[in-house]
T-cell receptor
Framework: EAGVAQSPRYKIIEKRQSVAFWCNPI?????LYWYQQILGQGPKLLIQ????????DSQLPKDRFSAERLKGVDSTLKIQPAKLEDSAVYLC????????????FGSGTQLSVL | EDQVTQSPEALRLQEGESSSLNCSYT??????LFWYRQDPGKGPEFLFT???AGEEKEKERLKATLTKKESFLHITAPKPEDSATYLC????????????FGQGTRLTINP
């Protein structure tokens, strides 16, 4: 079974530039999550999708971050404009319908904002 | 506010030296406590789910236990391949199901 795919693996940008991350979840998983993991910290949920709809985006900085999930499968997370404090690993995870019990994570995109 | 605190932040052991990692939580109405393992450059990998005080789960050299205020991850006779960061998370009961993670314990096993 293929895992959660993310790209790119690494990204280096200057502050005020924009960046986008892509995620392809495990086939058939209805729920998709984007987490932000700053060095030395645990993952923090940014946004959760159930199929096409947003279930929770309470911790998403909406003035600069946006996310969408097309046709209930792939998802993209965008930052525009980036700030220095956005430097982190952005993890995508997926789970079966309505289940938070077992999340499957991708390897993440490591973002450095200079 | 729901909080998860893990200790110690880092732990270095010799191969075969058993120890425990701690996860303390404050959440109104625990629905589930989860342990994940994270290797460098990888996403977290699911280990265990615990639902009620007194529950225990085992997998190879790892055993997770749960009380009303904390969980322990016991590592018996660890090997170098057990080196990783171990993350604890709690399921938040309000609204959509989501996990709140602790900051992790970075475990190093020296041969």
């Amino acid at each position: 079974e293929a895992g959660v795919a993310q790209s790119p693996r690494y990204k280096i940008i200057e502050k005020r530039q924009s960046v986008a991350f892509w995620c392809n979840p495990i086939s058939g998983h209805a729920t998709l999550y984007w987490y932000q993991q700053i060095l030395g910290q645990g993952p923090k949920l940014l946004i959760q999708f159930q199929n096409n709809g947003v279930v929770d985006d309470s911790q998403l900085p909406k003035d600069r971050f946006s996310a969408e999930r097309l046709k209930g499968v792939d998802s993209t997370l965008k930052i525009q404009p980036a700030k220095l404090e956005d430097s982190a690993v952005y993890l995508c995870a997926s789970s079966a319908q309505g289940s938070v019990e077992k999340l499957f994570f991708g390897s993440g995109t490591q973002l450095s904002v200079l | 506010e729901d909080q998860v605190t893990q200790s110690p932040e880092a732990l270095r052991l010799q191969e075969g030296e058993s120890s425990s990692l701690n996860c303390s939580y404050t959440v109104s109405g625990l629905r589930g406590l989860f342990w994940y393992r994270q290797d460098p450059g990888k996403g977290p990998e699911f280990l265990f789910t615990l639902y009620s005080a007194g529950e225990e789960k085992e997998k190879e050299r790892l055993k997770a236990t749960l009380t009303k205020k904390e969980s322990f991850l016991h590592i018996t006779a660890p090997k170098p391949e057990d080196s990783a960061t171990y993350l604890c998370a709690v399921q938040v009961p309000q609204g959509a199901q989501k996990l709140v993670f602790g900051q992790g314990t970075r475990l190093t096993i020296n041969p």
